[in-house]
């Protein structure tokens, strides 16, 4: 059974930092890209980030680049985000994703986690 659990997630004030995780199980973690979808209230999902099997190649998208770091741990089959810069615009549902692709772009539903909320405000 594949499992993406996420945490770290909460509140934080604008110009904040945090650091989601992800602990997948059920599955080859190392032979999976994983990466990190969000989505703010009455919004659609929105493609975060993605990392290759290897961790050594990643994509991001423009709204978060030079802000968040996506990062992978194969011996813990376990994928990081740093949050840095947080702005209010920030403030959504953060999703794990794995992903047989290594793309910019948003996998199936059951491809997500159950997500870990991220509120940025003063």
């Known amino acids: 059974q594949v499992q993406l659990l996420e945490s770290g997630g909460g509140l934080v004030q604008p110009g904040g930092s945090l650091r989601l995780s992800c602990a997948a199980s059920?599955?080859?973690?190392?032979?999976?890209?994983m990466g990190w979808v969000r989505q703010a209230p009455g919004r659609g999902p929105e493609w975060v980030s993605s990392?290759?099997?290897?961790?050594?190649?990643?994509y991001y998208a423009t709204s978060v680049k030079g802000r968040f770091t996506i990062s992978r741990d194969n011996a813990k089959n376990t994928v990081y985000l740093q949050m840095n810069s947080l702005k209010p615009e920030d403030t959504a549902l953060y999703y794990c994703?794995?992903?047989?692709?290594?793309?910019?772009?948003?996998?199936?539903?059951?491809?997500w986690g159950q997500g870990t909320q991220v509120i940025v405000s003063s």
């Open positions: 990392i290759n099997t290897g961790g050594n190649a990643v």
């Open positions: 994703v794995r992903d047989q692709l290594f793309r910019t772009g948003i996998p199936d539903r059951d491809d």
């Open positions: 059920g599955f080859t973690f190392s032979t999976f890209a």
